[in-house]
T-cell receptor, first 110, second 110 residues
Framework: NAGVTQTPKFRVLKTGQSMTLLCAQDMNHEYMYWYRQDPGMGLRLIHYSVGEGTTAKGEVPDGYNVSRLKKQNFLLGLESAAPSQTSVYFC?????????FGEGSRLTVL | RKEVEQDPGPFNVPEGATVAFNCTYSNSASQSFFWYRQDCRKEPKLLMSVYSSGNEDGRFTAQLNRASQYISLLIRDSKLSDSATYLCVVSPSGNTPLVFGKGTRLSVIA
């Protein structure tokens, strides 16, 4: 079972470039989330979605946009990458409280 | 006061030792509680849910004290494979996203 799949797994960007991280889940979950994890900071919620066509801001939404056009996909966009966005990004989905995470996407912004 | 607080550790213990982690939460209306485990450079995974009556899964015991607003995790007979970061997770209420503590790092030493 695929579960939650994130692409790409690694990416290096230059400051000002844009990119999109894709999260796909095959468990028919309503809820999906994007987190970032930095050393000493723990997991911080960027944006989340409670269903197809909905999105909401989390704890650290600035500099990111998201879209949930299809139930199984949740996209995270960086319009103009900054070095402060260097991080590991985790996508997750849930239906009854338990979160299922993807393997993470390591993004470096130079 | 942060929503979910944990001692970051690291806890360095010998094989076979018993180790306990505590976690405090600030929102008295919180409804659900969990412990997640995260291995180095991997995604978090659910270890166990925490119920008011306490629950046990093999060598792991989780307890909840609503009056004092803390959650504990006890690991008995520690194994090398228990080395990981343990994340305390709280569901504030309803459809509000889960809140993660920053994690407690455990190293079990041979």
């Amino acid at each position: 079972n695929a579960g939650v799949t994130q692409t790409p797994k690694f990416r290096v960007l230059k400051t000002g470039q844009s990119m999109t991280l894709l999260c796909a889940q095959d468990m028919n979950h309503e809820y999906m989330y994007w987190y970032r994890q930095d050393p000493g900071m723990g997991l911080r919620l960027i944006h989340y979605s409670v269903g197809e066509g909905t999105t909401a801001k989390g704890e650290v939404p600035d500099g990111y946009n998201v879209s949930r056009l299809k139930k199984q996909n949740f996209l995270l966009g960086l319009e103009s990458a900054a070095p402060s966005q260097t991080s590991v990004y985790f996508c997750a989905s849930s239906i009854t409280g338990e979160l299922f995470f993807g393997e993470g996407s390591r993004l470096t912004v130079l | 006061r942060k929503e979910v607080e944990q001692d970051p550790g690291p806890f360095n213990v010998p094989e076979g030792a018993t180790v306990a982690f505590n976690c405090t939460y600030s929102n008295s209306a919180s409804q659900s509680f969990f412990w997640y485990r995260q291995d180095c450079r991997k995604e978090p995974k659910l270890l166990m849910s925490v119920y008011s009556s306490g629950n046990e899964d093999g060598r792991f015991t989780a307890q909840l004290n609503r009056a004092s607003q803390y959650i504990s995790l006890l690991i008995r007979d520690s194994k090398l494979s228990d080395s990981a970061t343990y994340l305390c997770v709280v569901s504030p209420s309803g459809n509000t996203p889960l809140v993660f503590g920053k994690g407690t790092r455990l190293s079990v030493i041979a």
